[in-house]
């Protein structure tokens, strides 16, 4: 009940296409729903996050869809670019602090 | 750069062996976080410290240990190294309270054990 299923796994996109990373949760405790964004050889570092009281954040070209009642959110990268290929992970929390990840989305642009 | 400082980068072991790894959380942040990270097993979550005391636990094996020191700086223990311990191991931190939800995580410590 405290898992975060996310797919796909992997993703292959064109420069300049929209890139889309789903995210599933059980647990209706969750009260935070951030995207973190990982680069090789480095630490997950947070790229845009959600409550659920909201439908839908923007920043730049990074938007997060979430459905409260099919327990359900989503990354959207508009106009992706090289500089995304990374790996990203969503995550959810409770109790303002415990912070469960999804199991990463492996994403690649080529141009 | 997050303000989380793990050292060492990389550690090379034998099996069966002990090793240290530390953390300096970003100054402030009272929540310590210890990740391990392996190609197949995405981010597991392992133990949390608040202000020096054990906050939650997940999948830690009894052979892992960890601690929160007075200066608030992190240190986890691997015992009996195996050769399925090789990973990336990440320290994150956030300032705990309601809303503060935002975890800084450090560069990481790769084991390798041989």
């Known amino acids: 009940q405290q898992q975060v299923k996310q797919s796909p796994q992997s993703l292959i996109v064109q420069k300049g296409g929209i890139s889309i990373i789903n995210c599933a949760y059980e647990n209706t405790a969750f009260d935070y729903f951030p995207w973190y964004q990982q680069f090789p050889g480095k630490g997950p570092a947070l790229l845009i996050a959600?409550?659920?009281?909201?439908s839908e954040k923007k920043e730049g070209r990074f938007t997060i869809s979430f459905n409260k009642s099919a327990k359900q959110f989503s990354l959207h990268i508009m106009d992706s670019q090289p500089g995304d290929s990374a790996t990203y992970f969503c995550?959810?929390?409770?109790?303002?602090?415990?912070?469960?990840f999804g199991t990463g989305t492996r994403l690649q642009v080529f141009p | 750069d997050s303000g989380v400082t793990q050292t060492p980068k990389h550690l090379i072991t034998a099996t069966g062996q002990r090793v240290t790894l530390r953390c300096s959380p970003r100054s402030g942040d009272l929540s310590v976080y210890w990740y391990q990270q392996s190609l197949d097993q995405g981010l597991q979550f392992l133990i949390q410290?608040?202000?020096?005391?054990?906050?939650a636990k997940g999948n830690i094996l009894e052979r892992f240990s960890a601690q929160q020191f007075p200066d608030l700086h992190s240190e986890l223990n691997l015992s009996s190294l195996e050769l399925g311990d090789s990973a990336l191991y990440f320290c994150?931190?956030?300032?705990?309270?309601?809303?503060?939800?935002?975890?800084?995580f450090g560069q990481g410590t790769r084991l390798t054990v041989v």
């Open positions: 410290y608040y202000n020096g005391e054990e906050r």
């Open positions: 959600i409550r659920p009281d909201v």
């Open positions: 994150a931190s956030s300032v705990e309270g309601r809303g503060s939800t935002e975890a800084f």
């Open positions: 995550a959810a929390v409770y109790n303002t602090d415990k912070l469960i």
